[in-house]
């Protein structure tokens, strides 16, 4: 075990003195695709503020969209929404903030920022209901390999009942314009919630 630890330590270095794509510095982009998750029993309860509380597990499919803008090397923008749904409820959520992309040498930064993420849900057993928090979300961006960059973060909401959410995303970068996302996130609220991603980004 000792053995592979170390073998572990001394590739990891290699993997980034590889990389020769490197998008670890540039935040601005478009990303477009599908996402999938699954709701723990009693997981959507929050959302509809208690007034619907699902008995069992679920799952619930849609679409996001992300973006971001490099307002200088290290200030920048960023936006999300996705929606998710299934035949009785649905969650829409969006959010935007604004950060700082700390760069430690040319292939590992580690971005920071904060700002306002909103939920809203339906469902045919109860009304419908929307609430905003504030939140912050750190994280490091690797490039790992030739056109491969991981970034992996983690974000905390606010709200009465909070959000902590584990996120790591995949970028297989093809030229400085085009890329394939794969990404997978782990987030407990009053319950566990799980959810997978793949999309398209394009980089300006």
């Not at 619907?52 to 969209?65: H, I, P, Q, R």
């Not at 923008?77 to 935007?96: C, K, L």
């Not at 407990?188 to 300006?204: A, C, H, T, Y």
């Amino acid at each position: 075990m000792t053995r592979l630890i170390s073998t572990i330590l001394l590739v990891i270095p290699s993997f980034f003195s590889f990389a020769d794509s490197n998008i670890v510095n540039n935040l601005s982009y478009v990303g477009i695709g599908y996402k999938q998750a699954r709701l723990d029993a009693e997981a959507m309860s929050p959302y509809l503020d208690g007034k619907y509380v699902n008995d069992e597990a679920k799952s619930y499919g849609g679409l996001y969209v992300n973006l971001g803008f490099n307002v200088t090397e290290q200030f920048f923008i960023d936006g999300y929404a996705d929606f998710i749904t299934r035949f009785s409820s649905e969650v829409d959520t969006w959010r935007v903030g604004a950060g700082y992309n700390i760069l430690v040498q040319d292939r590992v930064s580690f971005p920071v920022s904060c700002g306002i993420v909103n939920y809203s849900a339906d469902s045919d057993y109860s009304s419908s209901f929307s609430e905003n928090a504030g939140y912050c979300k750190a994280g490091v961006r690797g490039q790992v390999a030739s056109h491969w960059l991981i970034d992996a973060s983690y974000q905390h909401e606010a709200f009465d009942v909070s959000k902590d959410t584990i996120n790591i995303t995949n970028v297989f970068q093809f030229g400085s314009v085009f890329g394939l996302v794969a990404g997978f996130e782990f987030s407990g609220r009053k319950e566990s919630e799980r959810s997978f991603n793949l999309g398209v980004q394009f980089s300006m």
